[in-house]
């Protein structure tokens, strides 16, 4: 389904903090990095020119899905 270009902003926003946290979390990027990722900010149109609108797109983490499926909790 396609989606307003809004949307996918804010998705890649939840997308590229998930891949730093995973990363930093291997060791394969610095913590500071994946700590310092803040919420997503794009300009609107409002009343008299434009306004920023902010949105945190910090990713909830989620047990993995094979143990679910199996009937058992990590």
């Known amino acids: 389904m396609n989606q307003p270009t809004a949307a996918l902003g804010t998705m890649a926003s939840a997308i590229t903090q998930a891949v730093l946290r995973r990363l930093a979390d291997e060791g394969r990027a ?3 990095l994946a ?7 794009r300009p609107v149109r409002a009343e008299g020119g434009w ?3 902010r949105t945190d797109t910090r990713p909830a983490e989620r047990p993995p899905i094979g143990p679910l499926l199996r009937g058992r909790t990590p």
């Open 51 to 53: 306004a920023l609108t």
């Open 35 to 41: 700590d310092a990722a803040g919420p997503y900010v």
């Open 30 to 32: 610095p913590a500071a």
